[in-house]
């Protein structure tokens, strides 16, 4: 069945392969993407390598993105958690969301699939062969991620992408959204609509807050410093920051540190080294706040992984 998840603003202004638009630093927004499509396709396809660059961003395409990796942040909309060997997800328009390479330590390989949301008309909307694809379409604006088999088969699919003519290609991802839509291993990672207007009201707000939380969970971030950073006091930072990712501040950047924990864990880390290098003082509450959020404990955690 569908799992239910709950879930320095100077981001850098580049003019990147991928064709984002220019945009002045001091603005301090969130990155429109303004994706360009080659003459004669209707979706691009691609292999970002932006491992290095911290980039939330937004477009009005939907978008497809397969990437294998030790382990990675996946961030769409409010939700915000860690994946392991490979991730798969498909996002809606406008869904503000960091790109899936962030801070990738080991070597990565990743594929991207942009479309608008008429590429095939008013077709899969109504046509009753493509029924299940337009209900798989209408989960999008949540975000959804895939998990399982389906995340394996359909990963090998869009690797295989590349290769193939034009026509091949579109019937190719097609039959890879119909496996998406008829499949039962994902989880949707927002409980609400993350489209344009959570754009227009949080572009800068959440980005920032973001960054801060990933440039400095390992350091004791401070709630009252982030407050400053987006122009609220201490209490109304709290409030906003409950009212859009269901958790507290500290709740939020704890659940952060176990991710990056498991990261190491599944690196092979040690269980202590770990614990003090994503910002935990104490061994005993690492592992039971690790046991709370993760359903086991570190030590079993990292035994199944490698054995696995």
Sequence with gaps: MPIILSNDQNLLCIDLFINFTPINCAMKEIQLEKVEFEPGKSFKLFSPRLRNTFLWHYHPEIELVYVEADAGIRHVGSHISGYTQSDLVFIGSNIPHLNFDYRLRSDYHQVVVQLREDFMGTAIGTAPEFSAISRLFKKAPFGVAFHGETRALAGERLKQLQSLPSFAQL??????????????????????????????????????????????????????????????????????????????????????????????????????????????????????????????????????????
């Design 171 to 308: 019937i190719a991802l097609m039959d890879i959204f119909q496996l998406l839509a008829n499949s039962t291993e994902y989880a949707i990672l927002n409980n609400d609509h993350m489209s344009l207007p959570f754009v227009l009201k949080d572009k800068i707000r959440m980005g920032a807050i973001y960054e801060y939380i990933g440039a400095n969970y390992n350091r004791k971030p401070d709630v009252n410093v982030v407050a400053e950073k987006v122009h609220l006091t201490t209490p109304a930072f709290c409030r906003y920051f409950k009212r859009q990712t269901n958790m507290t501040f500290t709740d939020f950047v704890n659940q952060y540190r176990v991710d990056m924990a498991k990261n190491l864990l599944m690196q092979d880390k040690n269980i202590t080294e770990a614990c003090y290098n994503v910002g935990f003082e104490s061994l005993s509450y690492f592992n039971k706040l690790f046991n709370n959020i993760v359903g086991e404990n570190p030590s079993a955690f990292k035994k199944k992984w490698l054995k696995r």
